[in-house]
């Protein structure tokens, strides 16, 4: 079977992704009329939104054919606020290509993509586009690149006529010493016998062995060669191709035997309700009308099962009836509970992981109508259901709430539930989400027998205790092994996570350690229900003896700012509250580093061109959190309130706990 290339093409907003989607799809025959961004009619940009506004909203799949090589290429959006998107789109790729504007240059979210890159030890080239836009300046970009974005980035070729209609590049050759120099001192870096012949003049290997190397430190993500052209006349595409499948490391057909390893990146629904769902298969095959058993991204969540009722090979849609084999994307149907980030089999070993940053915003959704109320409602937790990353919480006497990553995506999702589900509604003000670290150790017990009138066939007893940053909620058993069934066994880890969404003051508990310390029900009267219902009693009792503190979260940053303006600069970062760790000449500017709360990361967005001239660059990225000073803010608890129990039971009476 052809070996497949799964390839993200990844960039800040408008560098030209989708336009360069477009051209790739009809230079190499896959689409017979080439669509533009500017008429709505691209390949990619499927969604009214898209369509209508000219920006990408959701990653999309699209395949072709280069030689014997099948690539999907997947269009990601470049908007900050769909970042997550592009994350978890990482998780499935052999490689990618990083684009950026010859007019516009590196820019600050271009660095953070390329940053994200490195660390999931994705190979990536660099496609300078807009070669052909008035004020392109290919060799100013260049350098750009080498200082700011990656010092071991090599150029193939130089533009000619840059900036106008006719912009081509000329390529270079590595028979041509000149650019065989240039290669090998780019690869010595890592490579001792080139970097011995540099050093010492001696000759170098010859071109096709140079090439080899080449290819071999780009697969490895540690060179980065760089291509120029126009997503618009089509200008070096052709160069581009050869880039693609002479330098990216093709993925298959991988290990087929075990089996099937692969994870849902995307889902889409239809307007009958119906999902399909795009799955990156790394090993084994999955058959048509195969049961499968999804694990969900979420922790403690079970595992759904389901039979492929729908299956095709993306790239290979008129190979019907056929299994989707390593390597490659399937569009399936079937499972009925399809989620992004649902995974198929265990992770492979060194597989990169989506780190979701949590969304740091919350914004409460009215219906324009009060009477739809309940179709807003519905409508959002349709949408949540999709995409685990929006996340809607009901609040009582206040309508639902939404996660959000920023204002934007509010008006995707308002856009979104007006067109796709015929429902009205508008956004309050955004607030942070804070969440609350355990500061001590506290148990609780509540045993079948002991309890009140109204007590529960279960007896759960559970001790929370202070957890490792980052490490989450951990849930471990003292009790002996198989001491309860597994399906109340589940119960009882499945309720925890769900209890620990909102702790004492109604913020998410982020690290927690909780331990099940005993465990006891009837054989003939207990109920999975029993457990889910009495759980979040006695561990709200535990951790109300164990404690916890309200922390902000905190945003690590990174600045480069012009050495006129470290003053200014200095004072807007400590008067939003952030922490300046180091600050470091670099040349003409200045390196900061530290920590800033979320909640002064986009006023120093926005102040930060009119402090530095539009010089200075802020990076940020959600890393931690620390306690907030003052009185803790509390959020409203939508679970009934488990530490009083009179109002926990009416509650419980009216509606019950959460399913999953
Ligand atoms: N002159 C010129 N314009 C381009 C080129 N590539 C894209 N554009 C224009 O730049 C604008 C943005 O192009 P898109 O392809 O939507 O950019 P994108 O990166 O997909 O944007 P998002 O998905 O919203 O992040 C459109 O108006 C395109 O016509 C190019 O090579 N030359
Ligand atoms: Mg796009």
């Known amino acids: 079977m052809a070996p497949t290339l799964n390839i993200g093409i990844v960039a800040h907003v408008d560098a030209g992704k989708t336009s360069l989607t477009e051209r790739l799809l009809y230079d190499t025959g896959a689409i017979d009329?080439?669509?533009?961004?500017?008429?709505?009619?691209?390949?990619?940009?499927?969604?009214r939104i898209e369509r209508e506004r000219g920006i990408t909203v959701r990653a999309a799949v699209a395949p072709f054919t280069v030689g014997d090589t099948r690539v999907n290429l997947i269009d990601t959006p470049g908007h900050t606020d769909f970042v997550a998107e592009v994350e978890r789109a990482l998780t499935v790729l052999d490689g990618a290509i990083l684009v950026l504007s010859a007019?516009?240059?590196?820019?600050?979210?271009?660095?953070?993509?390329?940053?994200?890159?490195?660390?999931?030890g994705l190979p990536t080239l660099l496609f300078v586009n807009k070669t052909d836009r008035a004020g392109a300046r290919p060799d100013g970009v260049l350098a750009d690149v080498r200082r700011r974005l990656a010092p071991n980035a090599l150029p193939l070729g130089t533009v000619e006529d840059p900036g106008t209609p006719d912009a081509r590049t000329v390529p270079f050759s590595l028979d041509d010493p000149g650019f065989a120099a240039r290669a090998a001192e780019a690869l010595a870096e890592q490579d001792d016998a080139l970097l011995a012949a540099v050093v010492d003049g001696l000759p170098l290997p010859p071109a096709a062995e140079l090439a080899e190397r080449l290819a071999a430190q780009t697969a490895r993500g540690l060179v980065h060669p760089v291509l120029f052209g126009s997503a618009i006349t089509g200008a070096d595409i052709d160069a581009l191709l050869s880039a693609v499948t002479g330098l990216l490391p093709a993925a298959g057909p991988g290990p087929e035997d075990g089996e099937p390893r692969g994870t849902v990146f995307a889902v889409e629904r239809a307007p009958s309700g119906e999902k399909t769902g795009y799955l990156r298969l790394f090993s084994g095959r999955l058959e048509p009308r195969a049961r499968v058993a999804f694990d969900r991204a979420d922790p403690g969540a079970a595992p759904h099962k389901g039979r492929i009722t729908r299956l095709e090979v993306v790239?290979?849609?008129?190979?019907?009836?056929r299994a989707l084999t390593a390597g490659e994307i399937g569009r399936i149907g079937g499972p009925p509970g399809l989620r992004v980030g649902d995974r198929l089999g265990p992770p492979l070993p060194g597989a990169p992981t989506a780190r979701f940053a949590r969304p740091s915003l919350e914004s409460v959704a009215r219906p324009v109508r009060a009477a739809d109320a309940p179709r807003l409602h519905a409508a959002l937790t349709a949408l949540a259901e999709q995409d685990p990353l929006i996340r809607v919480r009901t609040v009582p006497g206040e309508g639902v709430s939404v996660l959000l990553y920023g204002e934007v995506q509010k008006e995707v999702v308002a856009a979104t539930l007006a067109g796709d589900f015929g429902v009205e509604a508008v956004f309050e003000p955004g607030r942070t989400v804070h969440t609350e670290q355990v500061t001590g150790v506290g148990e609780a017990v509540e045993a079948i027998g002991s309890q009140p009138q109204d007590g529960f066939w279960a007896t759960v007893g559970l001790r929370v205790a202070p957890a490792g940053r980052g490490e989450g909620v951990r849930f471990d058993r003292e009790v002996e092994p198989g001491a309860l069934p597994a399906a109340l066994d589940r119960a009882i880890e499945e309720t925890v996570h769900l209890t620990l969404e909102q702790g004492l003051y109604g913020w998410p508990v982020a690290d927690c350690a909780v331990t099940l310390i005993r465990s006891g029900f009837s054989s003939v009267f207990s109920t999975a229900a029993d457990f889910r219902s009495l759980t979040p009693m006695v561990l709200m009792r535990a951790l109300h003896r164990a404690g916890t503190r309200v922390h902000e979260p905190v945003h690590a940053f990174e600045a480069d700012v012009p050495a006129g303006a470290l003053g200014p600069v200095s004072a807007a970062l400590s008067r939003g509250g952030a922490h300046v760790r180091d600050a470091a000449p670099a040349g003409e500017e200045w390196h900061l580093t530290g920590e800033v709360p979320a909640r002064a990361v986009h006023p120093l967005q926005?102040?930060?061109p009119g402090l530095t001239g539009g010089e200075g660059v802020?990076?940020?990225?959600?890393?931690?959190?620390?306690?907030?000073?003052?009185?803790?803010?509390?959020?409203?608890?939508?679970d009934g309130n488990p530490l009083d129990r009179a109002e926990y039971m009416i509650w419980l009476n009216n509606a019950g706990p959460r399913k999953t």
Do not use: I, N, W
């Open 33 to 47: 009329r080439l669509g533009r961004v500017d008429a709505g009619d691209t390949r990619t940009d499927t969604g």
């Open 606 to 608: 926005r102040a930060l």
């Open 103 to 120: 007019v516009e240059g590196v820019q600050a979210h271009t660095r953070v993509l390329m940053r994200t890159l490195r660390e999931a």
């Open 618 to 638: 802020l990076l940020t990225r959600p890393a931690t959190s620390r306690p907030v000073t003052g009185t803790p803010p509390r959020r409203p608890r939508t």
């Open 315 to 321: 790239g290979a849609e008129s190979d019907r009836g």
